[in-house]
């Protein structure tokens, strides 16, 4: 389980492609200096798992992961190059603080950014979200994006707005994108338990 609050940005710099599945080497100097073999980072908030770490991958501060198909299908690491700056996390700790909100690491879909405005102390970002994941979105609710734990500022139809203040637009990937970029989407697993159960009982 993760939070959405980032604890480091690291850097791909390997991408292995091996048909069924790709290889990704990410360099993140100081992040995880105690990285265990098998545990789960959060990768602009895509749940992988630690493959080899430190001298396996013939780079200090670097650890490699795997990247099954179909998450390079259905995710923003499909594109993913070397060079490419990303947001990490580790896993939720039992004695660590909930500081953002409840996350799995399973995205949901990918939403495009649409227009960026800036204010005076915050940046508002507007992405389009899949129709399919629109129901599960609320004004002032919780939503993940590349890893990110956000509130939603505003919705108007499919268009989800969120602001960004100026730590987390120096301290994630999000100060990055542009216009027509995309990012990975998972939204509040707690409304999708709630349909779910609802569903059942009708």
Not at 98 to 107: D, K, N, S
Not at 125 to 138: G, I, K, N
Request: aromatic content about 4%; overall charge negative; hydrophobic content about 40%.
């Amino acid at each position: 389980m993760f939070t959405g609050i980032v604890e480091a940005v690291g850097t791909v710099v390997d991408v292995v492609d091996e048909g069924t599945r790709s290889r990704l080497t990410i360099e993140s100097a100081g992040f995880g200096s105690d990285l265990q073999h098998g545990e789960s980072i959060a990768v602009d908030g895509v749940c992988l798992t630690v493959a080899e770490h430190g001298d396996g991958t013939g780079r200090t501060g670097a650890w490699l992961a795997d990247v099954m198909r179909v998450t390079r299908d259905t995710t923003t690491l499909g594109d993913v190059a070397a060079g490419r700056r990303v947001n990490l996390e580790r896993a939720l700790r039992a004695d660590g603080r909930l500081g953002g909100h409840i996350m799995q690491g399973h995205v949901d879909g990918a939403a495009e950014l649409v227009a960026r405005d800036s204010q005076s102390e915050w940046d508002d970002f507007t992405f389009a979200l899949p129709a399919d994941l629109v129901r599960y979105v609320v004004p002032k609710g919780s939503i993940a994006l590349n890893g990110v734990s956000l509130t939603v500022a505003a919705l108007d139809g499919d268009r989800a707005t969120v602001s960004l203040i100026p730590t987390t637009l120096a301290d994630t990937t999000l100060g990055d994108l542009s216009v027509g970029d995309s990012v990975n989407v998972e939204v509040d697993v707690m409304g999708k338990y709630v349909e779910s159960m609802l569903a059942a009982r009708s």
